[in-house]
Every structure is written in C-alpha cells, then in structure tokens.
C-alpha cells in the first residue's frame, strides 16, 4: 500500500490509497487537479504561512479589497517554496534549513502553481480572543516536533491593530503541487495588511471526492 499526496499538519480531507498492481501507478495519481476548502486569515503573517508557524502582526484590509484580490487568483502564479515544506535542497528538507536558521545559505526554488478557477470569497470576522481558542486546540492536537509551545506562546502574546479579524473562505481548484498556503501569503502581500492560511480541507483529488472517501480515525 501507498499514499499519493501528504497533507500539512494542521489540514484535513481526502488522501488517496493505492494497493495492489495500482501502486505502481502512483504517479499519474500525483499529477491529478486538487480542490480545497480554505479559510485564510487577514491581518497576521507567520513563518509557515499558515496558523502553526510564529507570527507577525500586520495591517488592515477591506472585506471588498480581499474578494477583488481572491479573484484574481485565477491563473498560473510563479512562486517560491515555502520555507516551513519538505522540498528538498542538498539533501535536506527546507524546513530543516528554516529551523536552523541557515536560508541564507541556499537558494529557494521557484514554482509554477495554478489556480483554475476563479474562486469567489465569502468573508466575515471574528475576534481574535476566538481564533486564538481555536488554534490553540488544533496545535494540541498535532503529533510531531512541528514548535507547537513556541507556536502557542505566539498566538497568546500576539497583538493587532483591530480585534476583529477579517477571514475570507474560498474554494479552490489547482493543479498538483500548488501550496495554498503560499496563495494565502500571496494574498498578504498584495493587500499589505498580511495574512494566513487558518484552516484546510481537501476536498477532491482528481474524480475521488470527499463525499465518497472512508474516514479513518485513529
């Protein structure tokens, strides 16, 4: 048996399983269109891009200046690693490299990643002191050595302009390889105000679809 796609820690959704003689298949599973679910966070940036990296405060935004940006995502979008993923540079993952301070020292690479949808944004707010609850429960949840008490200790220290946060929810249909998490530092960016990548679900993987998947619990 094996697996065709990893997932972050802090995502959830469809992970397809390969037996048998289809195991030799596994990469043209690995090529095939994704679509998720993500909730993507405005005003806080982290190292990770996502909501179990350090953060940083940053500025403020409109609810009609992120749907305008949210559709242009459509389009193929030329990107670095992110410097928290296992791509592997002389033999070590990035996120080796990330941990030991030593970026500096390596060259990320580029990466095309393509959104094939022109994904449309349902926004709303919430408090910070309620998003902070919330992540702080998944990040006790998570198995593994991913700084989960230095995590913590930045979401219960950190402070922002506005105590009510803006989250966009947006579907999206992307090629294979593409980090939505890297789409939502994107979006940061270009608003200026910062942003990551709070939740994701994986919806579909090529024809698999979530409503047809097994769940496995532990």
């Known amino acids: 048996m094996t697996y065709t796609g990893r ?5 959830e959704g469809v992970i397809v399983f390969l037996t ?9 599973f690995q ?17 990770t891009y996502d909501s179990l990296g350090l953060l940083e405060s940053g500025g403020v935004t409109t609810e009609e200046h992120i749907k305008a940006s949210v559709e242009q995502l459509q389009g193929e979008h030329l990107l670095p690693f992110p410097p928290y993923s296992s791509y592997k540079i002389q033999g070590k993952p990035l996120h080796w490299w990330a941990r030991e301070g030593r970026l500096n020292e ?11 949808n022109t994904p449309v944004a349902t926004v709303s707010s919430r408090t910070l002191r309620d998003i902070r609850e919330q992540v702080v429960q998944r990040i006790n949840l998570v198995h593994g050595d991913f700084r989960q008490e230095a995590t913590r200790r930045s979401w219960e220290t950190i402070e922002t302009q506005e105590q009510q946060l803006l ?4 579907t999206l249909d992307v090629t294979s390889g593409t980090y939505i998490r890297s789409l939502a530092h994107l979006l ?13 679900r994986r919806t579909a993987v090529g024809t698999y679809h979530q409503k047809d998947s097994e769940r496995f619990d532990d």
């Open 167 to 170: 989250i966009a929810t947006v």
């Open 106 to 116: 390596i060259d990320i690479p580029m990466k095309h990643m393509t959104v094939l």
């Open 188 to 200: 940061g960016q270009k608003l200026g105000c910062g942003a990551l990548l709070l939740e994701l």
């Open 20 to 28: 048998d003689e289809d195991r030799f298949k596994k990469p043209d």
């Open 7 to 11: 997932l972050d820690p802090m995502a």
């Open 31 to 47: 090529k095939l269109n994704k679509t998720y679910e993500a909730t993507i966070l405005f005003g806080l940036s982290s190292d």
